[in-house]
Structure formats: C-alpha cells, structure tokens
C-alpha cells in the first residue's frame, strides 16, 4: 500500500526531529480546535465533545461535534494559517519531552559537551539535542571554561521547576571520576574490577579505591593501563588533576594504610567504635603522610570513612579532621569575600 504524501510528510518530521508522528498529529488535532475556537468561541466543557479527524491521505481536516459537521467554509486554510504557531510550539514541546527520556535513561554517564554560555554563575551545556545547566556547585574552580570550549560532563540528575525541567550537568561530582574510567577500562565494563569508593578535591587530586572480583586480574595495574594510558585519559580529560589509585581491602588497618599512599606507615591503632585511627610514621614520611595542606590524610579519612590522626615518632599529632575544618572554613572565607 502506498503511503499517502500527508502521512510521508509527518513520518519524516517525526524522524528528523526524533519524536513519535502520534505526538505530531495530537499536536495537529489540538491545534486545530485551537484554531476553530478563535471564530467561534466554545465553552470549556463543550471542548470534550468536538472530534477532530484528519484524512490521512489528502490531510483534509473535519470537525464534528456531538455527531454533527461543524467544519466551517474554507476552514481547511483559516486553520493552517491560525495553528502554524501552535503546531510549531507543540513540536518543541514534543521535543523536549523526547530528549527528557533520552537523558533520564543516561543519568550517571558521561556525554560529550560544548559550553554555550554563562548565566547567573551557571554554564548552559549543548549535550546534543538539548542544552543541560551546570551550576556554579557543579564547576571546578581549578578549570578555566569559556564559550564553545568542548568537555565532557556527568549527568547528574533532572530537576523539574515550575514550568520547564532542567537537566544537571556536573564536572565536580565525584562519580565523574568513576565514569571516565568506566569509559577507559574494559575490566570495570566486563564487572571483573570494582571502583568501590572514591574521594574527590575537584580539580586538584582524587584517591579511588578498587578491587578485583575475578582471579588474576589485577586491578590497580587495570585502572592505570600499560605504560599508564588509561589512568592519563582521565587525567587528560580532568586537567591534570591527580590520580591515586589504591587496592582497596576490607581489613580496616591494611585499608588505611593503602590509603594513605605513597606515604610508609608503621604503626594503626583503630577505635572502631568512634571510626577514627591514628597512624604512627617515621619522621621522614609525616609530610608526605600529610599532604600539601593536608590533602593526602583528608583524601584518606574520606576515602576510608575513619577520622586519621598522624602521628611522628617524636609525638606529634596532626590530624586530617580539624585540617579538613580549617580548609572548609577558608573555603566559605574566599566565597564570602
């Protein structure tokens, strides 16, 4: 059977603009009573009674109400000029609500993007067939971003507002980390290596513990790839940010010792009960133990979910708690001001 010209006509636009051709001819029908109640005015409830029928074949349009022909003289072209605007706008409507589907479906990837532009502090993201936001929350500080520069981005969540939903991009979230190497490692894909947690200083370094569920696969030497190809991808991809990537182990101590790498540790005392340990190391390791500003023990404690103190042969203490304090309250400093 030959499709009509009309039916071709719609089944082309819903391809080209990935919709369904009922959608367009819902739209159509709306529109046409939209059109016919500007000329004759109809009340609310006598709106449920007109029926709408469009001929497939020629696209002549016919309004009946209550079982009587209502289509006035000439209709056929009032109609087209009246309900050009709202078929057009029920399209986009029908647009939006096919992309919508799309990224619900890809909450918690990747995707590619190309800023767009800058307001009110967020970033508008062109992710293809709809444009995402990126809240200033969402950005890493560390990263210069400017109009059209292309970067990957991490689908966080849809939010609905009052009238429209917005599509949450992210750059900062942690589990941005976790999808690139999703993308980078085909052992993470195959579930023969597991990313059981990560901690995150967005632009500046990140430790991610992993373990293996498969023998004689090695997960550390996975997620870093021969000659390290794989873990600089991600590197590549984040600006330089940092990659620690530790054998993750359910013995606490061992644990946290791996967590703490590169440092050497020589001693664990771990309280349970308060989730804290405190970590005896040699003199010559406490700065690496510590960190740049305490980033390495307050990586760890968060990787870990133990508050660490560090402690030197000579009975220093330093702990990554208070430094962790210390950095936030400079942090909220810098934004006030």
């Known amino acids: 059977m030959i499709k009509s010209e009309f039916m071709a006509a719609i089944r082309q636009i819903a391809s080209e603009r990935g919709i369904k051709p009922e959608d367009i001819m819902s739209t159509l029908e709306k529109a046409m009573i939209a059109a016919y109640r500007k000329d004759y005015p109809l009340a609310d409830e006598e709106v449920e009674s007109v029926t709408v029928t469009i001929d497939p074949e020629s696209g002549e349009v016919a309004l009946s109400k209550d079982g009587d022909d209502i289509t006035p003289p000439g209709f056929g072209r009032i109609a087209a000029q009246t309900a050009k605007q709202v078929i057009l706008q029920g399209v986009r409507e029908a647009e939006k609500n096919a992309a919508l589907e799309e990224f619900q479906e890809k909450i918690g990837r990747v995707v590619p993007g190309m800023l767009q532009r800058f307001e009110?502090?967020?970033?508008?993201?062109?992710?293809?067939?709809?444009?995402?936001?990126?809240?200033?929350?969402?950005?890493?500080?560390?990263e210069s971003y400017q109009n059209n520069q292309r970067l990957k981005?991490?689908?966080?969540?849809?939010?609905?507002?009052?009238?429209?939903?917005?599509?949450?991009?992210?750059?900062?979230?942690?589990?941005?980390v976790r999808a690139l190497f999703e993308l980078e490692v085909p052992e993470i894909q195959s579930k023969a290596v597991v990313i059981k947690n990560i901690a995150r200083e967005p632009g500046s370094r990140t430790k991610i513990a992993v373990m293996s569920v498969q023998d004689g696969v090695d997960p550390?030497?996975?997620?870093?790839?021969?000659?390290?190809?794989?873990v600089q991808a991600v590197t590549n991809e984040l600006n330089g940010e940092k990659m620690d990537i530790i054998?993750?182990?359910?013995?606490?101590?061992?644990?946290?010792?791996?967590?703490?790498?590169?440092?050497?540790?020589?001693?664990?005392?771990?309280?349970?009960e308060k989730r804290a340990a405190q970590v005896e190391v040699p003199d010559d390791q406490l700065s690496l133990a510590i960190g740049k500003e305490g980033q390495n023990v307050r990586l760890a404690s968060k990787l870990t979910g133990y508050k660490i103190d560090i402690v030197s042969n000579n009975g220093e203490v330093f702990s990554g708690k208070e430094e962790k304090q210390t950095q936030e309250n400079q942090e909220l400093h810098e934004v006030v001001a």
């Open 153 to 176: 981005v991490y689908v966080k969540k849809i939010v609905e507002r009052e009238n429209h939903h917005d599509i949450i991009v992210s750059r900062s979230d942690a589990d941005l």
């Open 247 to 272: 054998l993750w182990s359910d013995v606490v101590t061992k644990f946290i010792i791996n967590a703490l790498s590169p440092a050497h540790v020589s001693d664990v005392i771990i309280d349970d």
């Open 220 to 230: 550390v030497g996975s997620m870093v790839g021969q000659r390290g190809v794989r």
């Open 120 to 142: 009110r502090g967020s970033w508008l993201v062109d992710v293809g067939r709809t444009i995402a936001v990126m809240p200033r929350e969402e950005q890493v500080f560390a």
